[in-house]
């Protein structure tokens, strides 16, 4: 158990709107601040941050917490790292005899592990060994500034190169195998993961090397090679080179297709390029962007793979709110080989003219057909009508297609004829998609049984929420309110859990409020408190109020008739005979 001075202090130093502001763009809306969800993809913000209880609730997908809550999710830590992360964040030391378990002592020897590998591949590049692997560098135009800074290194032809020098320094193949370092032999034993390739550490946005790129030397096997999932990487929701990007000074992020690319238009003066780690484009990543920016550029080959990698993203940024530019690269294949052939100058130039998304999509289809005949504007226009429709904004809606229909002399009316029954369909099906789905979301389905309650009950389920906020927010009513009510009394069973949790700190004199509360709730049920803190209605309530609400939980089995009670399920039978006991005492 955390001792409480600790968590009073560790209260005292972190302030949520600073720890969310780090992950999230807020924007102040009175005295609370709002944003995009960073756990579901939404292009309209409905997560909110309240300063005055230091907690966080989307009303869109139903996550709710305190700090360490958010910290929990965004960085898939469990309850101590999460502490240990803001505690770090504040200068504080986390008392020792802390709760600890084995799965955080995995994940920092799997840091400190993955740290020293890096160090072990620099060394390699630098030294004799790495002869070949630097002139291949030195032929890309790395320098040796940007070839420290990225920490890149080189792993050579060896089986167990890596395997003995992580031994020698005090590590297992177990924990050399839990970082994806060393695969397991067919037989026995185990063998280097990376073998004749330049390496490429990817780091977390705290510094922490989480786990490596690897590009092939020679023309055997893949030519780049990514660490696998370990309990401290998971590829779909990390990118390379954003704990640099993070920090940018310019306006948007420039999303590449691979490491050499970031790398070499960081050193032409773009430290805004990221990318992402041998995968297509996630929505997670694309949430993680939306986080620091509100434009990306779109930077991918211009070879067909990268061509359908772009459609791809554009369709994801869509549904984060990100505006999308995609960046048109003539002579030259990637950002890489283009800013060798021309330099940062030319490269900057082509940034400002990045066109945007519809209009990439609207030169793709001047490509695909021949509008010059008769058959290719039809085709074209019925295509293009289609791209139309699924845009959002009525003005851009407008303004592309008159720029289109003046272009190829062709009556506007009858295409916006076509414009509206292709949207109708297009809301038709989303409709009948979204009532097959329903994109349930797991706070939203923890809280089922409270919102049933809630049908049922809603006036006494109101006063449960109504009273856990008072407390909350005046726990000096406590004495007085303990004698009134009893948890027997609350109708839903998860508020009943929140309310002994509180009853439970209150009672021994202890402080009852969200990151007190986070290490003894779960995290269905911190939500759910977060959920009642942020409701209309639980701001200021008055000692009157609680009374009120105090007499209007009492009154729910007294009212009941016999056969009501006749009718009732044993749960609620239980809960009613209880009720009748506590109210005697």
């Known amino acids: 158990m955390l001792p409480e001075s600790f968590l009073n202090e560790l209260k005292y130093n972190t302030d949520i709107e600073q720890v969310i502001g780090r992950y999230v763009q807020l924007r102040r809306r009175g005295k609370n601040l709002t944003g995009l969800c960073p756990f579901h993809s939404e292009k309209t913000p409905s997560f909110t941050v309240y300063p005055d209880t230091q907690s966080f609730y989307c009303f869109g997908c139903g996550a709710g917490g305190d700090a360490i809550t958010f910290m929990k999710k965004i960085e898939n830590l469990d309850y101590m790292e999460a502490v240990r992360a803001l505690a770090e964040r504040a200068g504080m030391a986390v008392p020792e005899g802390a709760v600890d378990d084995g799965s955080r002592r995995m994940k920092a020897r799997i840091l400190e592990l993955n740290r020293a590998a890096a160090r072990h591949f620099h060394q390699n590049l630098m030294s004799d060994m790495g002869r070949g692997a630097r002139k291949y560098l030195v032929d890309r135009g790395l320098t040796k500034a940007t070839v420290i800074r990225f920490g890149i290194g080189y792993a050579p032809e060896s089986w167990d190169d890596l395997r003995n020098h992580l031994r020698e320094k005090g590590f297992t193949?177990?924990?050399?195998?839990?970082?994806?370092?060393?695969?397991?032999?067919?037989?026995?034993?185990?063998?280097?993961?990376?073998?004749?390739?330049?390496?490429?550490?990817?780091?977390?946005?705290?510094?922490?090397?989480?786990?490596?790129?690897?590009?092939?030397?020679?023309?055997?096997?893949?030519?780049?090679?990514?660490?696998?999932?370990?309990?401290?990487?998971?590829?779909?929701?990390?990118?390379?080179?954003?704990n640099f990007a993070k920090d940018t000074k310019r306006p948007e992020l420039i999303l590449c297709e691979g490491y050499m690319d970031v790398v070499s238009v960081h050193q032409g003066g773009f430290d805004n390029a990221v990318a992402t780690l041998g995968t297509a484009l996630t929505p997670e990543q694309a949430r993680l962007i939306s986080n620091y920016t509100d434009t990306v550029v779109l930077s991918y080959d211009s070879d067909g793979p990268g061509q359908t990698a772009t459609r791809r993203a554009i369709s994801i940024f869509e549904e984060t709110g990100v505006k999308v530019r995609v960046l048109s690269i003539p002579d030259a294949k990637d950002p890489d080989e283009f800013l060798k052939k021309f330099g940062p100058e030319r490269f900057a130039l082509l940034l400002e003219g990045s066109?945007?998304?519809?209009?990439?999509?609207?030169?793709?289809?001047?490509?695909?057909?021949?509008?010059?005949?008769?058959?290719?504007?039809?085709?074209?226009?019925?295509?293009?009508?289609?791209?139309?429709?699924?845009?959002?904004?009525?003005?851009?809606?407008?303004?592309?297609l008159s720029k289109v229909c003046r272009e190829l002399e062709v009556d506007k009316q009858a295409v916006s004829n076509q414009l509206e029954s292709a949207i109708r369909r297009r809301k038709a099906g989303q409709d009948k998609r979204d009532a097959r789905e329903l994109r349930p979301f797991t706070a939203r389905q923890a809280s089922a049984r409270t919102d049933l309650e809630k049908q049922k009950y809603p006036r006494f389920v109101l006063a449960e929420e109504r009273l856990i906020a008072y407390l909350i927010r005046s726990p000096g009513a406590w004495d007085w309110v303990s004698q009134e009510v009893s948890p027997e009394q609350f109708i839903s069973p998860r508020d009943r859990e929140i309310y002994e949790a509180v009853a439970g700190r209150l009672s021994q004199g202890l402080t009852a409020d969200m990151m007190s509360l986070s290490g003894e709730l779960t995290e269905e049920n911190l939500a759910r408190l977060s959920e009642i803190l942020a409701s209309p209605g639980c701001g200021n309530i008055s000692a009157r109020e609680a009374e009120d609400y105090i007499g209007t939980l009492k009154s729910f089995y007294t009212q009941k008739t016999s056969e009501e009670v006749g009718n009732m399920e044993a749960e609620d039978f239980g809960r009613y005979i209880a009720s009748i006991a506590a109210k005697k005492k």
Not at 174 to 202: H, Q, W
Not at 361 to 378: H, S
């Open 173 to 242: 193949d177990e924990e050399m195998t839990a970082a994806a370092l060393v695969n397991p032999g067919r037989k026995s034993g185990c063998y280097d993961a990376f073998r004749n390739r330049v390496i490429f550490p990817i780091i977390d946005l705290r510094g922490g090397v989480i786990a490596f790129g690897g590009r092939n030397l020679s023309d055997q096997g893949p030519k780049y090679l990514n660490s696998g999932d370990t309990p401290v990487f998971k590829k779909s929701r990390n990118l390379f080179a954003l």
């Open 355 to 400: 066109s945007g998304a519809m209009d990439f999509e609207v030169e793709k289809l001047r490509k695909k057909y021949d509008t010059d005949t008769p058959e290719g504007r039809v085709s074209f226009l019925q295509d293009f009508v289609r791209l139309l429709a699924g845009l959002s904004s009525p003005i851009q809606r407008e303004v592309y």
